[in-house]
Nanobody
Framework: QVQLVESGGGSVQAGGSLRLSCVVSGYASCTYDMSWYRQSPGKEREFVSD???????RYADSVKGRFTISQDNAKNTVYLQMNSLKPEDTAMYYC????????????WGQGTQVTVSS
């Protein structure tokens, strides 16, 4: 069974930085992409960023230029470096493993809270 555990969330002031980590354990019997999603109270869950097995990355327009996704395969860990944080970045952030050719197969972490104050 695949398990994902996020960490690194917290409270920061606007303009600050945080680095989220997601440790993946277990065996996923597929080629997969690693993604970060976020959800604020009363809002839809939204895509933030992902990285595929070749290292190609994508970002939501709202975070482009401020957030950087990376992975350390030796540590089975995916990171999300978040700089120049804004109050609108406040949300629960989720790490997601998505099978590349069967996206209906996906695994979610429990989430880590990020709060940015103005």
């Amino acid at each position: 069974q695949v398990q994902l555990v996020e960490s690194g969330g917290g409270s920061v002031q606007a303009g600050g930085s945080l680095r989220l980590s997601c440790v993946v354990s277990g065996y996923a019997s597929c080629t997969y992409d690693m993604s970060w999603y976020r959800q604020s109270p009363g809002k839809e869950r939204e895509f933030v960023s992902d990285i595929d097995s070749d290292g190609a990355t994508r970002y939501a327009d709202s975070v482009k230029g401020r957030f950087t996704i990376s992975q350390d395969n030796a540590k089975n860990t995916v990171y999300l470096q978040m700089n120049s944080l804004k109050p609108e970045d406040t949300a629960m952030y989720y790490c997601v493993l998505i099978c590349s050719w069967s996206p209906d197969i996906n695994y979610w972490g429990q989430g880590t809270q990020v709060t940015v104050s103005s």
